[in-house]
């Protein structure tokens, strides 16, 4: 019983690591990053570390999801194609010259 | 090309890491170098040693207390050196947050977080203080006061939370969780005891362990009231813009 909510957890914790990484719209991954900092906090509880989960709950869930955002809303939302996250610098020369 | 080379390399790393967790003892195994050495003697002595309720108070304030000392300064500074490259508010120049447009948050959030946020500064303030005997401590109230700051902040406005949380209090008390922590242990020494002991001059051995207390707490409430501020400089100095005043940097 306790096992298989520590599978759906872990389950739940690779799926929102992979959703955050991929995603384009940076402001969801941020949201679904909170959302596996949530999930992890359970999972330190889970291992009896409860110091951690609340670190880990507040600084991961809390404090840090909004210091993203506010570096989204400085900079801009969606990743663009190709990889090249710069606004103000343009594109990667280096990166053209190799394509 | 490039692309199969990083995937190759990043395999490789995986499947090393993988064998390593396979090799690492099993959680609450009796037999690992964690519960062979130290572990009894956390638990039997260390509210009578420490004068914390809680072991991983007494663990982390107080018989790893250096290392803990040294991680505080070494978080700190880190935070300041991203203030540093941020920069400070200066006297006599107007600042704009990127929310202040003139349609307000609506009712719905604002009637939450005005009652959420008294719950969660109560909720901080007891993971302070109540650190020494349950879970939790100074940083993670700290950590709490600021994510409430910040909810403050997300309902309420940038500007508010500025004026709520002015800069002055936020400098004075920003440095607190390294002074605080450096303060007691220098107090140790005093009287020819030892650094970080929790231990004051000229006071009677009876006394010795409501005091230890005393100085662990003081020592959770300056991480605390340090972490909280320092955090909310943080979103300050990334959140705001300047439009005029003072004279181009």
Known sequence: ?99 | MKKVVSLCFIGALGVLLLMLVSSMPRMGDPGSPTNRRVVDRYLEKAEEETGTENVITGVILNYRGYDTMGEVTVIFTGLAAVLAVLGREKRGRVYAYPDRSPVRSSIIVRSAAGFLLPFIALFSLYTVLHGEISPGGGFQGGAVMAAGMFLFAAAFGLWKAGRTVPPRLRFAVEGAAPITFFLVGVAGLLGGGEFLAYMLPRVSAGLQPALRTWLTLLVEGGIGAGGAMIFISVLMALAREEVGGGQAA
């Open chain 1, 1 to 99: 019983m306790s096992d298989a909510l520590s599978l759906v957890l872990l389950a739940l914790l690779v799926v929102t690591a992979l959703a955050a990484t991929f995603s384009r719209d940076l402001l969801a991954a941020v949201i679904v990053f909170s959302g596996y900092s949530l999930v992890m906090a359970l999972l330190w509880q889970r291992l009896q570390a409860p110091d951690l989960a609340l670190t880990e709950a507040a600084v991961g869930a809390g404090v840090t999801t909004v210091l993203f955002v506010t570096a989204i809303f400085k900079t801009q939302r969606m990743e663009e194609e190709g990889g090249d996250r710069h606004r103000r610098g343009g594109a990667n020369e280096k990166e053209s010259v190799e394509k």
